[in-house]
């Protein structure tokens, strides 16, 4: 995949960001920064992070853990700080950071609190993000993409950012957090056409139902919602945060440097419609 520089992710304490981590540790990165608002989570997937590079790579890795608050503006600028200052730049953010917007109910009913708390999470915090690390990349020297293919032209990093099917398509009790991933397909695009001229691509990462510690809980919220999703996938069971993390370092690499500003399905199908 050729992933040799730093990575920041943000929520890789759990599920897809943990993921995201792993696959940065045993791709070749040389360095990675976990951050979580959950720090011994963070702290934890860090230490594994490590042991997974020493399998892996030769080369030196260093993984250190930090916590963040993607919603406080001044949290955010200390993690992005704390990555510059530990590895001098930001080649990678991955932002997997994110709630699923507590309860489930049709707009007629739904709560004002949640929306307000998921979007404050959700779209405060990705535009937060994507702009301190956006100022971070653009004040860095940029690098030649690839190291044997001059016509690839030149990086100062490349942000990824954790979208949904719910970018894309509205799911039915969940106006929260389809409207947080609406915004946030926003964000993404703006920040993919702002940062285009500095090398700097920006996509966004759109997968349906993947089995993380987000969905057991909206299971246990939803009874029978499990079974009513594993009956209409098209491939018959949920993603694994593995796959997801798999599209995330290709949207990292050199491998995907004309890409920026898309918003990356990953559902097995599952926007195609059921398969029966
Ligand atoms: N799991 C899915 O099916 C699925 C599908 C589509 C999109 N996503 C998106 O992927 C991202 C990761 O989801 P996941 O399933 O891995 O969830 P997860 O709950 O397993 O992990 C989310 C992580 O974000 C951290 N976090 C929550 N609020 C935070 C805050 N304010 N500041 C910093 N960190 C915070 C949590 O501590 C946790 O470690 C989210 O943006 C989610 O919306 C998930």
Known sequence: MDITGYALVTGGGSGIGKACC??????????????????????????????????????????????????????????????VELFGRVDYCVHSAGVS?????????????????????????????????????????????????????FTRGTIVILGSVSSMIANPGMVQYTAAKHAIMGISK?????????????????????????????????PGLEQTLLDGAPMGRLGRPEEVADAALFLCSPKSSFITGCGLIIDGGMTLGTKT
């Not at 791709?27 to 959950?38: E, F, H, P």
């Not at 609190?113 to 100022?135: A, M």
């Open 22 to 83: 792993l696959a940065f540790a045993k791709a070749g990165a040389r360095g990675l920064l976990v951050a979580d608002i959950n720090v011994d989570a963070a702290k934890k997937t860090a230490d594994e992070a490590k042991a997974a590079a020493a399998t892996c790579t030769t080369l030196d890795f260093r993984a250190e853990a930090v916590h963040i608050d993607i919603a406080d503006e001044s949290s955010v600028q200390t993690a992005v700080e704390k990555m």
């Open 101 to 153: 917007g507590g309860s489930h109910g049709s707009i007629a009913g739904n709560n004002f609190s949640d929306f307000k708390r998921t979007l404050d999470i959700n779209v405060n915090g990705t535009y937060l993000i994507t702009n301190f690390v956006s100022v971070a990349m653009k004040a860095q020297e940029p690098k030649q993409t690839d190291a044997s293919s001059v016509e690839r032209g």
């Open 190 to 222: 703006t920040a993919a056409i702002d940062n285009v001229t500095f090398g700097i691509r920006v996509n966004c990462i759109c997968p349906s139902w993947i089995d993380t510690p987000m969905v057991q809980r909206s299971f246990e919220l939803v």
